[in-house]
Nanobody
């Protein structure tokens, strides 16, 4: 089974950028959709973005509130997925998780079977 490790969180000011990394191991990278999720205090976990490799074509999805600000990418040579987060807003403050799933392209957390530990992103105003 695949294992995932998220990193790259930190404390930034509004308008600044961060890049999160999700390193994977133990599975065939191409078999998995990798998603980024976040959970703010007192709120449910929500999907942020995901990327899937289907026959060499990469499908990417974003939640509406991050479109144009966040970019997901994958480095197949390093089995790693990145989330570049620009123009961060205080509302982006959350613990960010990466997760893996087979045969889905979805931002629904319940569709994902494998989860890494979270990395905290704090955006101050």
């Amino acid at each position: 089974d695949v294992q995932l490790q998220a990193s790259g969180g930190g404390l930034v000011q509004a308008g600044e950028s961060l890049r999160l990394s999700c390193a994977t191991s133990g599975g065939t990278f191409d078999d998995y959709t990798i998603g980024w999720f976040r959970q703010a205090p007192g709120k449910e976990r929500e999907g942020v973005s995901c990327v899937a490799n289907s026959g060499g074509h990469f499908y990417k999805h974003y939640r509406n509130s991050v479109k144009g600000r966040f970019t997901i990418s994958r480095d197949d040579s390093a089995n790693t997925v990145y989330l570049q987060m620009n123009r961060l807003e205080p509302e982006d403050t959350a613990v960010y998780y990466c997760a893996a799933a087979r045969l889905v392209i979805s931002l629904e957390p319940t569709m994902y079977d494998y989860w890494g530990q979270g990395t905290l992103v704090t955006v101050s105003s």
